[in-house]
């Protein structure tokens, strides 16, 4: 497990009488990227919350980072979750500048404010957007607003970053380059998975591609 940072072994899941996930097992390796695709509804959303401590499972066991995550307490997942980015397809911005929304991060960690400000602009410079500190995200294009929400998971250093259909909104050019950046992150040793069921995100990647369908993982393929 040493070389593992995300493992699921015979996961399910179900909401009432719906099952979202159906006994799911599979691995990520430490510093990979890969990519999880399907139809809408076939439980990638459900599996990213799995990972992310924002459900748990009915059966089987997940690993992340070598930490089994069904002994993590409620008043531990805050914690757990320093070590997770999280970039949603839904923006969720506040309605203050592109700085103060990468910042929040760090702040909320408590981080003296002299250390946030070279931080989130090295962060924004990562992803593009140093010269848009000031901001608002009304005032961003729709691959700004990514870029930003890319930041604020990132600023943190985190492991782990899950992406959920982060291009579903925007144009072809706009997503070709919002996928550079995640590349460009793990580069830097961060592992990714990102949801998506964008088959032109996929082709040629070089990366592992799992595919749900219903609930069941149904393939797994280097693309």
């Not at 599996?47 to 070598?66: M, N």
């Not at 960690?109 to 500190?133: C, F, N, Q, S």
């Not at 088959?199 to 990647?205: H, M, P, Y």
Request: glycine share 8%; charged share 25%; aromatic share 8%.
């Amino acid at each position: 497990m040493d070389n593992i940072m995300i493992s699921f072994d015979g996961v399910s899941k179900t909401y009432g009488h719906n099952p979202a996930i159906r006994n799911i097992s599979f691995s990520i390796g430490k510093g990979e990227m890969s990519f999880l695709t399907g139809p809408s509804g076939a439980g990638k959303s459900t599996l990213l919350k799995l990972i992310y401590l924002a459900e748990r499972p009915d059966s089987g066991t997940i690993f992340l980072d070598g930490m089994e995550t069904e002994m993590v307490k409620e008043s531990q997942v805050p914690w757990v979750r320093r070590k997770i980015g999280i970039v949603f397809q839904d923006f969720k911005l506040l309605p203050r500048t592109v700085f103060d929304n990468v910042a929040l991060t760090l702040r909320i960690r408590w981080m003296h404010e002299d250390d946030v400000k070279p931080v989130v602009h090295e962060t924004l410079k990562l992803v593009g957007l140093r010269h848009k500190a000031d901001s608002y995200p009304a005032a961003l294009s729709g691959g700004e607003q990514q870029r930003v929400v890319i930041a604020r998971a990132i600023v943190g250093e985190p492991s782990v970053l899950l992406a959920d259909e982060p291009t579903g909104n925007l144009d072809p050019d706009t997503a070709a380059g919002v996928m550079r950046v995640f590349r460009e992150i793990n580069a830097r040793g961060t592992t990714i998975l990102v949801a998506t069921h964008n088959r032109e995100l996929l082709k040629s990647t070089g990366n592992f591609i799992f595919r749900l369908d219903g609930g069941s993982l149904t393939e797994e393929m280097f693309q």
